[in-house]
């Protein structure tokens, strides 16, 4: 897929998930409140962070799509991340309160059974979310967006979530009424987990980390081209959907300028075709 299709596929995947969070959010939380289930209400919560979410990943989706300028020589593609990171903080403040005020219910005994029909509202968003989360998953591979795989992953523990909150008003309805508000508070632990995870994987790719095995396994196609006598560093960087590589070759030092310039040419290629590489910077140096 081109560069100038990736991020409009990616758009439709955020604007799916804001449709179908949207829906998901307001069922849960009427039938939360209408049939008094705390994990119900926590399940909607959590889906309201999606919603703020996904806009944040929208709005970075459009400032990547920004060519390079002066003051940005590599694009505004970082831009996508940035938006995974504060969609990581608006996950983390809800988790926080629902967690809080799952505690202060169990702490004080505030406990009821609420209606089944809360679990039947649940399963039914756990399925609607397999579904999304699939969708967008497939997304995510097909156009390289980090911020698009960070809501598919968002998008299956949010089905996880709901499941947990079926079993939880389940268990509550047979006589245990206080696993309503502890499956709230578990709901919120998984919420900031997901936060937290997001968040790392954001930070890892803004502070220039790369994932080892793709540097392996780049360094074995690159050493496998004619010519090629050694690699001697390679180091990759990513911005956004686009990863750059930066690498230092050894030739033969009897080797001519326009024989070096084609093994560069080729090296070039290969990563660009077979990895998905936009942009190749290679050094050449005398064996």
């Given at each position: 897929?081109s560069?100038?299709?990736?991020?409009?596929?990616?758009?439709?995947g955020a604007?799916?998930?804001?449709?179908v969070?949207?829906?998901?959010?307001a069922?849960?939380?009427?039938a939360?409140?209408?049939?008094?289930?705390k994990?119900?209400?926590?399940?909607?919560?959590?889906?309201?962070?999606d919603?703020?979410?996904s806009l944040?990943?929208l709005?970075g989706?459009?400032?990547?799509?920004?060519?390079?300028?002066?003051?940005?020589?590599y694009?505004?593609?970082?831009?996508?991340?940035?938006?995974?990171?504060?969609?990581?903080?608006i996950?983390?403040?809800?988790?926080?309160?629902?967690?809080?005020?799952?505690?202060k219910?169990?702490?004080?005994?505030?406990?009821?059974?609420?209606?089944l029909?809360?679990?039947?509202v649940?399963?039914?968003?756990?399925?609607v979310?397999?579904l999304l989360?699939?969708y967008?998953?497939?997304?995510?591979?097909?156009?390289?967006s980090?911020?698009?795989?960070?809501?598919?992953?968002?998008?299956?523990?949010?089905?996880?979530?709901?499941?947990?909150?079926v079993?939880?008003?389940?268990?509550?309805?047979l006589?245990?009424?206080?696993?309503d508000?502890?499956t709230?508070v578990?709901?919120?632990?998984?919420?900031?987990?997901t936060?937290?995870?997001?968040?790392?994987?954001a930070?890892?790719m803004?502070?220039?980390?790369?994932?080892?095995?793709?540097l392996?396994?780049y360094?074995?196609?690159?050493?496998?081209?004619?010519?090629?006598?050694?690699?001697?560093?390679?180091?990759?960087?990513?911005?956004?959907?686009?990863?750059?590589?930066d690498?230092?070759?050894e030739?033969?030092?009897?080797?001519?300028?326009?024989?070096?310039?084609?093994i560069?040419?080729?090296?070039?290629?290969?990563?660009?075709e077979?990895?998905?590489?936009?942009?190749?910077?290679?050094?050449i140096?005398?064996?």
């Open positions: 897929m560069e100038a299709k990736k991020l409009p596929a990616a758009d439709i604007w799916l998930s804001i449709g969070y949207l829906v998901l959010s069922v849960k939380l009427a939360g409140y209408g049939f008094e289930s994990a119900l209400q926590a399940d909607g919560f959590n889906n309201t962070t919603i703020l979410a944040a990943v709005i989706l459009r400032i990547a799509r920004k060519p390079p300028d002066s003051d940005h020589r694009g505004h593609t970082r831009a996508e991340t940035v938006a995974s990171m504060v969609a990581s903080f996950m983390a403040a809800v988790g926080l309160e629902v967690l809080i005020d799952g505690i219910k169990l702490w004080n005994g505030e406990t009821t059974s609420p209606d029909a809360a679990a039947v649940a399963a039914i968003a756990a399925a979310m397999f989360a699939r967008n998953r497939r997304l995510a591979d097909r156009t390289g980090h911020a698009m795989k960070a809501v598919a992953a968002d998008n299956r523990s949010d089905a996880l979530v709901s499941i947990g909150t079993a939880g008003i389940l268990l509550s309805v006589g245990l009424s206080w696993l508000a502890a709230a578990l709901v919120a632990v998984l919420i900031c987990k936060a937290w995870d997001i968040f790392a994987e930070t890892h803004l502070t220039d980390g790369f994932d080892k095995s793709d392996d396994r360094k074995v196609a690159v050493s496998a081209v004619e010519g090629v006598e050694r690699v001697k560093d390679i180091k990759g960087r990513n911005h956004g959907q686009r990863v750059f590589v690498l230092t070759i030739v033969d030092q009897e080797m001519s300028v326009l024989d070096s310039h084609a560069a040419e080729s090296i070039e290629r290969q990563l660009r077979k990895y998905r590489v936009d942009q190749v910077h290679v050094h140096e005398p064996h």
